[in-house]
């Protein structure tokens, strides 16, 4: 079986072994992990911040979050054994990748509810395409990152990786900070950026896996 054919097979194993590394696969502290995050960023926040909520970059902020989750478990993925095969590498990217989103619709969800539970009248609505169009970004910047997280762990370390996304992550931290304001606009220039970088980082994890 080629490595194309088998990209299902590994995407199912892939998928057990994030619910694993996660502590989703058997007891109560992964999900409670998991349920305080949401609860955190889906209900404390968007329930302190009322209808600033729906404000287009926060809406933007959040639909990108996925970053936050996808690059540190495509990382631990790579970490835990050298794939066999480019499908395999590419099949823990996108399961790191859909977890990440799963975690931003969650908490997405989650504050849309707050926020409408808690107002008998909203004077504003959410930018659904503004949003779409920012999670659009989203997803390109989680894959980009979680294939460069993939490289490093593989080129390196997973100590190396697990260094460099901290880094990466405070960039970021740094440019909302001061140019938040700024992200609904770049968001087409971000997802271009993130895909080229995407891009390179899957040649770079083909030749360390061919």
Not at 54 to 71: E, K, Q, R, T
Not at 125 to 150: E, K, Q, R, T, W
Not at 156 to 183: N, P
Request: hydrophobic letters at 60%; glycine letters at 10%.
């Amino acid at each position: 079986m080629g490595p194309v054919q088998s990209f299902p097979n590994h995407f199912s194993s892939e998928s057990a072994g994030l619910r694993s590394r996660i502590g989703l696969a058997g007891g109560w502290r992964g999900w409670l992990v998991h349920v305080l995050v949401v609860g955190t960023f889906g209900v404390f926040l968007p329930w302190m911040r009322g209808i600033e909520f729906f404000d287009p970059v926060m809406l933007s902020a959040y639909a990108c979050l996925g970053i936050l989750f996808a690059a540190p478990a495509a990382a631990q993925a790579f970490a835990a054994e050298r794939p066999s095969s480019m499908a395999e590498a590419t099949a823990r990217i996108a399961v790191a990748v859909i977890y990440g989103e799963v975690m931003v619709i969650a908490i997405l969800m989650a504050g849309f509810a707050t926020v409408y539970l808690s107002h008998t009248f909203l004077p504003i609505a959410p930018d659904l395409p503004g949003l779409a169009m920012a999670n659009g970004f989203g997803l390109a910047a989680s894959f980009a990152m979680s294939a460069v997280a993939g490289w490093i762990a593989l080129k390196f370390s997973a100590v190396a990786a697990r260094s460099a996304m901290r880094v990466m992550f405070l960039g970021l931290l740094v440019l909302f900070f001061f140019y938040s304001r700024w992200l609904p606009d770049v968001i087409w220039i971000g997802a271009l950026v993130a895909v080229v970088v995407a891009a390179v980082a899957l040649l770079g994890l083909r030749r360390l896996v061919a």
